[in-house]
């Protein structure tokens, strides 16, 4: 479980290729202070470390995880945004972050407002349904705050949120532009009330029936 806090911005040094499939990055001296099969998360995707050294960790990169992310499109020199799991009575900064990738979005628009920079996005059905202005969302594994979000009939949305500066220089944020892709991680707590909930919403009522309510 992570927060959607970005500690460390990483770079890439060597990416998966059949017969390899790992993914190689390097990092300050000492950050995260990790072990051999610690969670990390990469861009938003929970990874496990399987070497660690003081300046560099290694994680293995399953096909599925390439499919569903955009990991698959990093090249050597890429950086990449880090944090390390979470910890019993950590502070949670952001939200309740998993680590599992729902849906790959695409940046549709990136603008300056005085010290603020507002990012748009396009989150396709799988994320959209989620999102809620002030709620949250995970991009490339930052908790960002909701400021708007534009149902589409495709089932798709157009999310917008507003950046301050900090995030701008810590995190991948300062590199998007316009057609960047980035991993979106939907609010959990949506996703297990919806999954909850579900067959009581569908259920027929007493006496009737759902479209009776």
């Not at 995260?32 to 560099?56: H, I, K, P, Q, Y």
């Not at 698959?72 to 799991?85: H, P, T």
């Not at 005085?114 to 995970?138: D, E, H, M, T």
């Not at 220089?169 to 909930?197: S, W």
Request: include cysteine.
């Amino acid at each position: 479980m992570f927060a959607g806090i970005v500690s460390e911005l990483g770079r890439v040094s060597e990416v998966p290729v059949p017969g390899r499939e790992r993914l190689v990055i390097t990092h300050r001296p000492g950050w995260g202070r990790l072990a051999v099969g610690d969670s990390v998360a990469v861009n938003g995707c929970c990874l496990t470390a399987v070497f660690v050294s003081e300046t560099s960790l290694v994680v293995e990169v399953m096909p599925e995880t390439l499919r569903r992310t955009a990991l698959g499109l990093l090249a050597v020199g890429d950086a990449v945004n880090l944090e390390a799991a979470l910890r019993l009575q950590a502070a949670v900064g952001g939200h309740l972050v998993s680590g599992h990738v729902d849906a790959v979005g695409k940046v549709l628009a990136v603008r300056r407002e005085q010290n603020a920079v507002w990012l748009s996005l396009l989150a396709p059905p799988a994320v959209a349904r989620y999102c809620v202005p002030q709620g949250s969302i995970a991009v490339d594994g930052c908790s960002l705050t909701l400021v708007s979000v534009e149902d589409h009939e495709d089932g798709s949305a157009s999310l917008a949120v507003s950046l301050i500066p900090h995030t701008v220089e810590v995190t991948l944020a300062g590199r998007y532009g316009p057609g960047t892709v980035a991993n979106l991680e939907a609010d959990l707590i949506a996703k297990l009330v919806e999954r909850m909930t579900g067959p009581y919403l569908l259920a027929p009522a007493r006496g009737g029936t759902a479209g009776d309510r």
